[in-house]
């Protein structure tokens, strides 16, 4: 009896010691992961203050910018372009900012520098930078730069929203990586917040159009289907400051009439997937072509292995998968002519 109680008594002993190594060294090895964790800059504006908070080795540091370090009222830019004479398009970043800027420097839209390289030309981001990856706000802080580098030069960015960008800004958090759980935890703050109108990148974000037009070409994250046009006249402007304005309003308030399902159901610009999954006929397209007075619809949404077009070039589909983290590719549109540009930078023409 005292034999098997001893030995019940050593047998604790021993399991609850190697249990309690194991614990420590789990909390050695979160400390480990923690030592080295970054993320960031985030910039917030308090009471007219700009204070810049960044995280490095597990720990928030916060500094007080001058207050004309950043813009921040952000005017929305017009909805239609003419006369641009080279544009290039990608979508669905979802994150994997290193192989986005592989793709933009091989085809020549930035230097070795990440700078612009562009020219006048016009780079199109066709939404969904947001979730998945754990590089979205490197990712949204280049499109900034690059933003006002291309005014300088005579070019543009444009920033499309997609469906994950309102997503995030609708506090829909089920797609962001486990690293921003973690930033958001030492911000003490939930991971939205990080892009609320009270931050740099939540204003700019603000400013952004959902859908464009550059040529006789419309660029728009899911696309246009006859349901949504026949619920709209085909107001550019006006179908951008819809959505903008969306962007503060409730789930809730927006599903007590027909506008949520309208304007973020799955016949939505944002969650369209109809040119390829609905077998739509010629006829079709055209009629879709002809309602938006344009010649071709460029759309991401929808993954493929590359930049494909459907219906003899009208509909050009540019999410080729960037998600994944090892190949992108981006259209090219120049003098009436599409391209694609593949990730060591060659240009195939469709
Ligand atoms: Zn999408």
């Given at each position: 009896?005292?034999?098997?109680?001893?030995?019940?008594?050593i047998?604790?002993?021993?399991?609850?010691?190697?249990?309690?190594?194991?614990?420590?060294?789990?909390?050695?090895?979160?400390?480990?992961?923690?030592?080295?964790?970054?993320?960031?800059?985030?910039?917030?504006?308090?009471?007219?203050?700009?204070?810049e908070?960044?995280?490095?080795?597990?720990?928030?540091?916060?500094?007080?910018?001058?207050?004309?370090?950043?813009?921040?009222?952000f005017?929305?830019?017009k909805?239609?372009?003419?006369?641009?004479?080279?544009?290039?398009?990608?979508?669905d970043?979802?994150?994997?900012?290193?192989?986005?800027?592989?793709?933009l420097?091989?085809?020549?839209?930035?230097?070795?520098?990440?700078?612009?390289?562009?020219?006048?030309?016009?780079?199109?981001?066709v939404?969904?930078?947001?979730?998945?990856?754990?590089?979205?706000?490197e990712?949204?802080?280049l499109?900034?730069?690059?933003?006002?580098?291309?005014?300088?030069?005579?070019?543009?960015v444009?920033?499309?929203?997609?469906?994950?960008?309102?997503?995030?800004?609708?506090?829909?958090?089920?797609?962001?990586?486990?690293?921003?759980?973690?930033?958001?935890?030492?911000?003490?703050?939930?991971?939205?917040?990080?892009?609320?109108?009270?931050?740099?990148?939540?204003?700019w974000?603000?400013?952004?159009?959902?859908?464009?037009?550059?040529?006789?070409?419309?660029?728009?994250?899911?696309?246009?289907?006859?349901?949504?046009?026949?619920?709209?006249?085909?107001?550019?402007?006006?179908?951008n400051?819809?959505?903008?304005?969306?962007?503060?309003?409730?789930?809730?308030?927006?599903?007590?009439?027909?506008?949520?399902?309208?304007?973020?159901?799955?016949?939505?610009?944002?969650?369209?997937?109809?040119?390829?999954?609905?077998?739509?006929?010629?006829?079709?397209?055209?009629?879709?072509?002809?309602?938006?007075?344009?010649?071709?619809?460029i759309?991401?949404?929808?993954?493929?292995e590359?930049?494909?077009?459907?219906?003899?070039?009208?509909?050009?589909?540019?999410?080729?998968?960037?998600?994944?983290?090892?190949?992108?590719?981006?259209?090219?549109?120049?003098?009436?002519?599409?391209?694609?540009?593949?990730?060591?930078g060659?240009?195939?023409?469709?």
């Open positions: 009896m005292i034999k098997n109680t001893l030995f019940i008594i047998s604790i002993i021993t399991i609850s010691s190697v249990f309690s190594q194991e614990v420590e060294s789990k909390k050695d090895s979160i400390k480990n992961e923690l030592s080295e964790f970054s993320d960031g800059p985030y910039i917030f504006i308090e009471n007219n203050r700009l204070i908070k960044t995280i490095v080795s597990g720990k928030v540091s916060s500094r007080v910018l001058k207050a004309n370090a950043y813009d921040t009222v005017t929305p830019e909805s239609a372009f003419n006369k641009v004479k080279k544009i290039a398009a990608l979508s970043i979802h994150g994997q900012y290193d192989v986005a800027i592989e793709l420097k091989n085809n020549k839209i930035i230097d070795k520098n990440l700078n612009w390289n562009f020219g006048s030309g016009h780079l199109v981001i939404g969904d930078i947001f979730d998945r990856g754990n590089k979205v706000n990712m949204l802080w499109i900034y730069k690059l933003e006002i580098q291309a005014n300088n030069k005579g070019g543009r444009h920033f499309l929203l997609g469906n994950h960008e309102y997503m995030i800004l609708h506090k829909d958090l089920r797609y962001i990586s486990e690293k921003y759980r973690l930033s958001s935890k030492l911000l003490n703050l939930e991971y939205d917040q990080l892009y609320s109108h009270k931050t740099i990148i939540g204003r974000l603000r400013s952004k159009s959902t859908i464009i037009k550059i040529n006789n070409n419309v660029f728009v994250h899911g696309g246009v289907s006859e349901d949504f046009i026949v619920n709209n006249d085909f107001n550019l402007e006006k179908i400051d819809v959505m903008r304005k969306s962007i503060e309003r409730t789930k809730q308030e927006m599903k007590s009439t027909d506008f949520y399902n309208i304007y973020y159901g799955n016949k939505s610009l944002i969650w369209y997937r109809g040119y390829f999954n609905d077998n739509l006929t010629d006829s079709d397209i055209s009629k879709i072509l002809e309602l938006v007075n344009s010649k071709h619809i759309v991401g949404h929808c993954s493929n590359e930049v494909v077009q459907l219906y003899e070039n009208k509909i050009f589909g540019v999410d080729s998968s960037i998600k994944k983290g090892k190949y992108g590719e981006l259209l090219f549109i120049e003098n009436k002519q599409f391209f694609r540009g593949t990730l060591n060659k240009k195939i023409q469709f």
